[in-house]
């Protein structure tokens, strides 16, 4: 009889289903990081990966940009998880054994947090009249119990996607600590613009905004009757 010279351990391993790659989540939103095991791992611990700075080409995450979202969990092959606040396009989760963190496996891909915003109305293109009672509405993924809401307009010859130029902005304040009600009901303020945007955000995290990706028109009542007119003509 041959035995072994030294002693060794059989350990279990991981299949991370999701999230792994291309997904976009939204800040403050509850998820549900799933895995598969292979073996018997008691419990796990959940880590998260958002590197200050987009890693180098063949790194999946620099060694300090890890974080762990939870320790000693009992292994259920799924865990739902509160999204930080925090947003970018470079999220890698990781789950590994609790007695044994050198046995993990981590998303395959990166994937993005967003703001917890998202504006359905105005789409983009309407003209509102100074003076006129308009309504700006917008999703709400988690839970954001304050908002603000900013507008600003869009200087001639900037172009506007949606991402670009939003530090440069002039933003100017249309409801601050406003209760988070999914709908903002305004008087179109006396500021005539050709491109005006409109901004949304975390009253206590201002960092956790969006913007509009298409801009409307303020502009004077006898301007709007004149666009309607040319509208009807075409």
């Known amino acids: 009889q041959d035995l072994s010279n030294d002693s060794f351990q059989i350990a279990g391993s991981f299949a991370l289903m999701g999230p792994n790659g291309g997904e976009v989540w939204h800040a403050s ?5 799933n895995w598969a095991t292979v073996g018997t791992v008691p419990e796990v611990l959940l880590r998260v ?7 180098e080409e063949g790194v999946e995450c620099p060694p300090d940009a890890w974080e762990v979202i939870d320790r000693g969990i009992l292994n ?4 739902l998880w509160e999204i930080p606040n925090r947003i970018g396009e470079h999220f890698r989760v990781q789950v590994c054994d609790f007695q044994n963190p050198n046995i993990c496996d981590t998303s395959d891909g990166i ?16 003209v509102w009249g100074i003076d006129s009672e308009q309504e700006i509405r917008w999703n709400t993924f988690g839970r954001v119990d304050f908002i603000l809401v900013e507008y600003a307009a869009v200087p ?6 949606g991402n670009g130029a939003v530090e440069t902005l002039n933003w100017k ?3 601050e600590e406003l209760p988070n009600q999914g709908h903002l009901l305004l ?5 005539p613009a050709k491109r005006v945007v409109f901004r949304l955000a975390d009253w206590h995290n201002e960092s956790l905004g969006t913007v509009s990706r298409e801009p409307v028109k303020f502009a004077a009542e006898f301007q709007v009757i004149f666009l309607e007119a040319a509208r009807r003509a075409d």
């Open 29 to 33: 939103e509850k998820r549900e990081i």
């Open 49 to 55: 990966c958002h590197p200050k700075e987009i890693p």
């Open 76 to 79: 259920q092959g799924r865990f």
């Open 111 to 126: 994937f993005s947090v967003k703001a917890p915003f998202e504006i359905t109305h105005p789409q983009g293109g309407e």
């Open 156 to 161: 001639d010859g900037t172009s506007w996607d």
């Open 173 to 175: 304040r249309l409801a």
């Open 187 to 191: 008087r179109v303020p006396d500021d």
